[in-house]
């Protein structure tokens, strides 16, 4: 029963994925990037390893025929819940770097793996070698060399609010008021984030940004699958929600 649910809903998620390309690719003024936060693959690494690989064919070819760069993120589901040096392993072999930064146009862009953050139990030393690259990209972000610095992980720090309770789908006090608060001081501006299956998000501060947005696939919500766009201008960052068209919701 399982496995039929996950092909019956990975069906979906094909027809879904295919239909963003198609809106993206017929956009007169086209992204410069695209990016997926996390969970790109669904089936557990160690739990569905050919369903995996199944799903992982199919990625490749959807995304294959988008006329823009895709960026990937790595989230709980492409490396488990409890991330192994052989789940990262076979993660960045198949998707790239799980953290890395990029500039596009003056927008300087921090990409990390958040599942360091909720279960360092079996990584340990990639945990600590992420923190010393961001403690570095940190003082990029400091140096006023870019127009604007954003990041992009899987987990929220925080769903609405910086003081709201811990629940499955943040991170806990006091270690979120210490990260907000690192970034913040550093100039960070927004943080792009998924893993919810639902759009939210919320202010830390004056300056801060938390921007949680809603799957292509599954919906955990009152959301309609879609994906943000997001407008980066000389002075502010806009964002809005874009539904998928045409969606057969049987």
């Known amino acids: 029963k399982q ?30 990037f695209s990016i997926v936060c996390g969970d790109i693959l669904d089936a557990w690494p160690s739990k569905w390893p050919k369903v995996r690989d199944r799903q992982k064919a199919d990625f490749y070819k959807i995304f294959d025929n988008l006329d ?15 991330p192994t040096t052989e789940s990262v392993a076979r993660y960045q ?12 146009d003056g927008l300087f862009c921090i990409v990390l793996n958040s599942q360091y953050w909720e279960d360092p139990t079996h990584i340990p030393d990639l945990a600590e070698e992420q923190e010393s690259w961001l403690d570095a990209q940190l003082e990029q972000v400091k140096s006023g060399k870019y127009r604007h610095s954003i990041m992009f992980q899987h987990i929220p720090w925080f ?20 990260m907000l608060s ?25 300056g801060l940004e938390l921007v949680v947005t809603s799957a292509l696939g599954l919906q955990q919500g009152k ?24 969606i057969d919701e049987t």
């Open 3 to 32: 496995w039929y649910q996950r092909r019956v809903r990975g069906n979906h998620e094909i027809r879904w994925c295919n239909t963003f390309v198609q809106m993206i690719n017929e956009m007169e003024i086209k992204p410069k």
């Open 68 to 82: 823009i760069p895709l960026v990937c993120v790595c989230g709980n589901h492409d490396v488990g819940n409890s």
């Open 93 to 104: 072999n198949d998707f790239g770097d799980d953290w890395f930064t990029f500039v596009c």
């Open 159 to 178: 769903l609405e609010t910086p003081d709201e309770p811990k629940v499955y789908y943040n991170f806990p006090q006091p270690f979120r008021e210490k």
């Open 182 to 206: 690192r970034f913040s001081a550093a100039g960070i501006s927004k943080i792009f984030c998924g893993h919810y299956h639902r759009n939210a998000g919320g202010w830390y501060g004056d």
């Open 223 to 246: 959301d309609r699958n879609g994906f943000r766009i997001v407008d980066v201008g000389a002075e502010e960052i806009t964002h809005r929600y874009q539904e998928i068209r045409n």
